[in-house]
């Protein structure tokens, strides 16, 4: 497989990403944030301003945390962009690191990259990109945890096994 091939794989999930974002948000869906949506948006406004309540919590807050990083630079009227567009953005992401643990589990860049292409293009997938939730974040960190362990197992690399 030539590099070309690598880079035309990884413009099309981008494009497709793109393109999807754009049709995302003309519809009510891409309007405004709905139910878990909404809740991430409401806790990441409560971290960004200190006022996020004494109590527990039963969801992760790493995604509102994340999110409350634009609201404290002042960008919460366009919190819903930031978030669809960063969503698109950490599922390119997850497509790269699904060519990379491929790549070095088989050593094959064609069985690389229709697995990228196959989750790069993966509706659902996408879908969930777009929308405001922690599950595009969840499989970024995932992935890239599990390539980290792959190359601490190959170089013995403790570096790299406490990424993981």
């Known amino acids: 497989m030539k590099a070309y091939s690598v880079k035309l794989a990884f413009l099309i999930i981008l494009a497709y990403g793109l393109l999807y974002l754009l049709y995302f948000w003309q519809t009510p869906l891409g309007q405004m944030p709905v139910l878990d949506g909404s809740e991430n948006f409401l806790l990441a406004n409560q971290i960004s301003s200190g006022s996020l309540p004494n109590e527990p919590f039963f969801r992760s807050m790493l995604y509102p945390a994340l999110l409350s990083i634009p609201c404290s630079l002042g960008f919460s009227d366009n919190l819903f962009a930031i978030a669809s567009f960063s969503g698109i953005v950490f599922h390119f992401l997850s497509s ?45 960190f995932m992935l890239g945890s599990l390539y980290c362990f792959f190359i601490a197992i190959e170089k013995k690399s403790k570096k790299y096994f406490v990424a993981s």
């Open 96 to 140: 790269l690191f699904i060519f990379l643990i491929v790549n070095n589990l088989w050593n094959n860049r064609k069985a690389a990259i229709i697995s990228s292409l196959l989750y790069g293009l993966y509706p659902p997938a996408v879908f969930f990109a777009a929308e405001p939730l922690d599950t595009t974040v969840s499989i970024l």
